[in-house]
């Protein structure tokens, strides 16, 4: 790592080390990431200005799950992550095929990435949908498989991209998240979310999935299951939690 990165990452180690001193793990990681953002204002302002034209007014963390990523939302409106082991390199790569190669083959809407040209940090505007937490249980049950059927047309939407027809495609192999290797007879390559739960997803007033959010995992699978046994296991989990709610009360 070279005296630039170092300088760039140093809020990132202010920031960790001194939530080493505070007690409790969730207030640990908000402290962390209050921090981290504290700290890293004035390049989010000059990222705004220069690639935005726009005054950031207010900063506000989000989460910082773990100790190399730290989200925030700006003026109520646009989201900002910043990295730590992730390269701007990197991060420019999954701007491009994000933005030029599978925005325009989904019929769901996902963010536009905006990449600093000095760090790794990137800005998307948010995009349309309800959180599935804002509907009923009842209204959840009832469309369970409604939503199922739905992401596993995204996925093939997704798949129907060709990954040849790609520049360099053999760069999006790790994306920013290594992956378990997949182990299987007949390898493909598709392109995959690596993510899709039910956080991720947002919703109309209908139910009917909008948006597809958070493509930080997302790289080339070499299965086509990948991304359905994923969902499948994180929903099953979702509607667990649902079920378990009202015994518990």
């Known amino acids: 790592m070279n005296i630039k990165d170092m300088f760039n990452k140093l809020p990132f180690y202010i ?21 981290n953002l504290f700290l890293y204002k004035p390049t989010i302002k000059r990222l705004f200005k220069t690639q935005l034209n726009i005054k950031v007014e207010k900063i506000k ?28 390199t990197q991060l420019k790569n999954y701007a491009r095929l994000l933005n030029d190669y599978i925005a325009p083959c989904l019929s ?16 998307c505007d948010t995009v349309p949908g309800r ?3 804002t509907f009923s249980k009842q209204q959840i049950l009832n469309n369970d498989k409604n ?3 739905q992401v596993f047309n995204i996925i093939k939407e997704l798949q129907m991209i060709d990954v040849k027809k790609i520049p360099d495609y053999q760069i999006y192999e790790t994306g ?14 598709v392109l995959a979310h ?3 739960n039910d956080g991720n997803l947002l919703f109309d007033n209908n139910m009917k999935i909008i948006s597809v959010i958070d493509w930080d995992a997302m790289a080339i699978a070499h299965s086509s299951e990948s ?23």
């Open 15 to 35: 920031g960790n080390f001194m939530a080493c001193f505070v007690i409790g793990s969730a207030r640990r990681a908000r402290f962390r990431g209050n921090v």
């Open 61 to 88: 963390f989000v989460r910082q799950n773990t100790l190399n990523r730290v989200v925030g939302i700006v003026n109520n409106r646009w989201y900002v992550k910043i990295f730590r082991k992730v390269t701007n």
């Open 108 to 123: 769901v809407n996902i963010p536009k990435i905006i990449v600093d040209d000095r760090m790794s940090m990137y800005v």
């Open 131 to 133: 959180q599935i937490s």
């Open 147 to 149: 939503i199922q059927s």
């Open 176 to 189: 920013l998240q290594s992956h378990r290797p997949e182990i299987i007879k007949k390898p493909v390559n």
């Open 194 to 196: 690596f993510d899709l």
């Open 227 to 249: 991304d359905k046994l994923r969902f499948k296991k994180s929903w099953d989990r979702f509607i667990k939690r649902l079920n378990n709610k009202d015994k518990n009360k």
